[in-house]
Nanobody, 126 residues
Framework: QVQLLESGGELVQAGGSLRLSCSASGRTFGSYAMGWFRQAPGKEREFVAACNWRGGSTVYADSVKGRFTISKDNAKNTVYLQMNSLKPEDTAVYYC???????????????????WGQGTQVTVSS
């Protein structure tokens, strides 16, 4: 089992940048595919970005492509989400998620993940 803890969320102006971090417990982090999702008030949780267990294969939602970058540091048991050119519509609680077993396919659906963090709030002001 793995426990996830997100950090880095805060209030930022439109056009600004943030880097979210997700630290994981456990010795098998290297075998986990990781994802970032977000949920705005009154909306469904939606996919943002994901990478495979090695971190070399990545997938992004169209709404963040070219602005967000996911990266995985297995030595530090941490996955990051670098967010640039932030927009007010990026405002949400951001969650990281883990899927074990060295999956071959990068999963973009929330139902494909086994473990979730508690979330970190990102607010983008206009």
């Amino acid at each position: 089992q793995v426990q996830l803890l997100e950090s880095g969320g805060e209030l930022v102006q439109a056009g600004g940048s943030l880097r979210l971090s997700c630290s994981a417990s456990g010795r098998t982090f290297g075998s986990y595919a990781m994802g970032w999702f977000r949920q705005a008030p009154g909306k469904e949780r939606e996919f943002v970005a994901a990478c495979n267990w090695r971190g070399g294969s990545t997938v992004y939602a169209d709404s963040v492509k070219g602005r967000f970058t996911i990266s995985k540091d297995n030595a530090k048991n941490t996955v990051y989400l670098q967010m640039n050119s932030l927009k007010p519509e990026d405002t949400a609680v951001y969650y990281c998620a883990a899927r074990g077993g060295r999956p071959v396919v990068v999963t973009t659906t929330r139902y494909g993940y086994d473990y979730w963090g508690q979330g970190t709030q990102v607010t983008v002001s206009s």
